[in-house]
C-alpha cells in the first residue's frame, strides 16, 4: 500500500529479500547509556537472522551479547529520489555452541575487517519492519 506521504510498506518476505541484496547494513546498540549505530557488513541466515562476524575482543560483543538491539539495511538512489529501509529488531547474541560456530564458518558473512579470533552475532528477527520511498513526482 502506498501512503499519501510517498512510501510503502512492505511486508516480511519482501523485507528479507532486500536484505538479502545488501552487504552492510547498521548495528544500533547502547553504549554508555548513549545510542550507538556501528555500520558492519552481515548475512542472513536460513531462519532470517542477521548475522555478523566480528573480533571476540571486539566492543559490539560485549555491548550487544544478550540485549535488545535494531538492525538496518537501505538502498537508495539518488537520481529517481527511490529507495528502501528494512530494520530488524531482535535480541542479539554471541553464538558459542562449537557446531553452529563451524557451519557459519562455512556459510556466515565474511568480515571485511582483518579478524583474527572470529565470534558470530546472531540478530534474531522478531520484528522486520521496513519502507519503501517511491518518487513522487511522477506522481504529481
Known sequence: MVHNDGFR????????????????????????????VLPVNFSLDTDSSVLVRTSARSDLVRAVDGVVVAFEADEFDAATRSGWSVVVTGRAHAVTDPAEH???????????????????????????????????????
Not at 14 to 29: A, F, H, Q
Request: with cysteine; proline share 6%.
Open 9 to 36: 510498506a512492505l511486508d516480511r518476505q519482501e523485507c528479507l529479500r532486500l536484505l538479502g541484496k545488501v552487504p552492510v547494513g547498521r548495528v544500533v546498540y547502547t553504549r554508555h547509556a548513549l545510542p550507538a
Open 102 to 140: 563451524e557451519r557459519l564458518l562455512r556459510i556466515g558473512p565474511d568480515s571485511w575487517m582483518p579478524i583474527q579470533d572470529n565470534v558470530f552475532i546472531r540478530i534474531e528477527a522478531t520484528m522486520i519492519t521496513g519502507r519503501e520511498l517511491t518518487d513522487l513526482r511522477s506522481t504529481r
